[in-house]
């Protein structure tokens, strides 16, 4: 089975803050990817990377930065936490980029 | 028109009943459907994968879909407390293109 680990389940910071989630997968995948997980938003991309070093801008990058440079770790980094930040932060790998693999989750709270 | 539409619910069935679960899409280039489901505070998962037309079937869940209608259904037969949850249909051109996700929709089986 893919296993697909995030670093916290829960996390709470203050504003301005600089706040790293890690994501780890076990199983060799090229495709790693961070999404965040809104009531009456859905799922929405925040970035993605296909290769160790490579990075692709989702659909609402503003805000948030990326790092991959180990393939089975893929951080999301937001440089100055604000309140609207406040989600459910959603890791994916996978070897195509449709059938992904989700981990659990971290809920993140800014303050 | 939204790329992906999904009824939020919540839906409301009792146990054994069959649950009829459905997304409309308007990009006729689709070719791959998926249907993820995630229980509370955790990720999604993979849980039918289909291509193109057809119908597929897994154990007690069933994947339609019907390309000339833009129109995917997921059913799940003798249906089981342990399957409330949200159901999120996604869907994507080509096995190397972007997942479009549905919100959702949330499924509570009364026991």
């Known amino acids: 089975d893919v296993k697909v680990t995030q670093s916290s389940r829960y996390l709470v910071k203050r504003t301005g803050e600089k706040v790293f989630l890690e994501c780890v997968q076990d199983?060799?995948?090229?495709?790693m990817f961070w999404y965040r997980q809104d009531p009456g938003l859905g799922l929405r991309l925040i970035y993605f990377s296909y290769d160790v070093k490579m990075k692709e801008k989702g659909d609402i990058p503003e805000g948030y930065s990326v790092s991959r440079e180990k393939k089975e770790r893929f951080s999301l980094i937001l440089e100055s936490a604000s309140t609207n930040q406040t989600s459910m932060y959603l890791c994916?790998?996978?070897?195509?980029?449709?059938?992904?693999?989700f981990g659990p989750g971290t809920r993140l709270t800014v303050l | 028109q939204k790329e992906v539409e999904q009824d939020p619910g919540p839906l409301s069935v009792p146990e054994g009943a069959i649950v009829s679960l459905n997304c409309t899409y308007s990009n006729s280039a689709f070719q791959y459907f998926m249907w993820y489901r995630q229980y509370s505070r955790k990720g999604p998962e993979l849980l039918m994968y289909t291509y193109s037309s057809g119908n597929k079937e897994d154990g007690r869940f069933t994947a339609q879909v019907d390309k000339s209608s833009k129109y995917i259904s997921l059913f799940i037969r003798d249906s089981q407390p342990s399957d409330s949850a949200t159901y999120l249909c996604?869907?994507?051109?080509?096995?190397?293109?972007?997942?479009?996700f549905g919100k959702g929709t949330r499924l509570h089986i009364l026991p």
């Open positions: 996604a869907m994507t051109m080509n096995r190397d293109d972007k997942i479009i």
């Open positions: 199983m060799d995948h090229e495709n």
């Open positions: 994916a790998s996978s070897l195509s980029l449709n059938e992904q693999f």
